[in-house]
């Protein structure tokens, strides 16, 4: 099955190479035959779009005789690739001068990098979910957040009697609390670092130098917690970029399609069309 997929993967990015290298080829030998071979690209771009566009339309109609959603993804992810070097053709490879197509180049830029972005987390995500023990139903994400906190709250406290001393307390208080009482390092989470959480168990081997046994004890379980609540900030995150990135891929992809067709409009309007 992996290799299928890898044999695959790799026929759609043979025929992305061939496609691409045949198109450079064509348009700059057509260039200085063909003196509208700016429109011909700009039909064959919105084409493309429309295409790449269906596939919202098929994963809303699983129930058709259609490709397989899986395949429909790649034919997508290779065919924007490609759809990019048309772009980049139509525009005669350099940026455009005015407000209206620079505005439109903007837009078709947006949706191919949030695309790019997407298929990225699309394609990591979901495995370092598995790896951090399976995704955690996202509405319980709060309540699991709330408990942990009250039990390190509960550990913090009950120390003191015991020791006779706030370090424990005084170090959950500047440093910690906040890390609790809500979400955190969700940049970090995105890029897959782990510094952030090192960052507070190295605090914590500093902390330890002044506490007594009984403490120490305490101050391992409630490293253990700053573990816990770590992965369950990563879940946060991983589900959110999973949930959020087409709420800005999509809207970009029909504010391109409804530029593109004013773009026409007055294309043909302004400079009377190819004759």
């Not at 260039?31 to 790449?52: D, E, F």
């Not at 048309?86 to 209206?100: E, K, S, T």
């Not at 190295?202 to 700053?226: C, H, N």
């Amino acid at each position: 099955m992996i290799r299928r997929l890898a044999l695959r993967r790799l026929g759609f990015l043979a025929a992305l190479l061939v496609a691409s290298v045949a198109s450079i080829l064509a348009h700059e030998a057509a260039r200085s035959v063909y003196p509208h071979l700016v429109y011909i690209t700009g039909w064959a771009l919105l084409a493309l779009m429309l295409v790449l566009t269906g596939y919202n339309a098929r994963k809303k109609l699983p129930f058709l005789p259609l490709l397989k959603s899986s395949t429909w993804l790649q034919i997508h992810l290779y065919l924007g690739l490609f759809t990019g070097l048309a772009f980049i053709l139509h525009l005669q490879w350099r940026w455009p001068g005015g407000v209206f197509e620079a505005l439109l180049s903007a837009l078709f830029v947006g949706v191919t990098l949030s695309g790019i972005v997407g298929w990225w987390i699309s394609r990591t995500l979901p495995k370092r979910l598995t790896t951090a023990g399976g995704e955690v139903p996202y509405e319980r994400i709060p309540v699991i957040r709330r408990a942990l906190r009250e039990e390190a709250e509960a550990l913090v406290l009950g120390a003191i009697p015991t020791a006779k001393a706030t370090t424990l307390a005084d170090f959950y208080t500047g440093r910690l609390a906040a890390f609790f009482d809500g979400p955190a390092n969700f940049r970090a989470h995105a890029l897959g670092s782990r510094r952030p959480l090192a960052t507070l168990l190295d605090d914590f081997i500093e902390v330890d130098r002044f506490l007594g046994p009984a403490e120490k004890e305490t101050s391992a379980k409630l490293a253990a917690l700053v573990r816990q609540k770590d992965t369950l900030d990563f879940h946060r995150t991983a589900q959110l970029l999973l949930k959020s990135w087409l709420f800005v891929h999509i809207p970009l992809t029909y504010g391109l399609l409804v530029f593109s067709f004013v773009h026409i409009v007055l294309v043909y309007a302004f400079s009377g069309g190819a004759r």
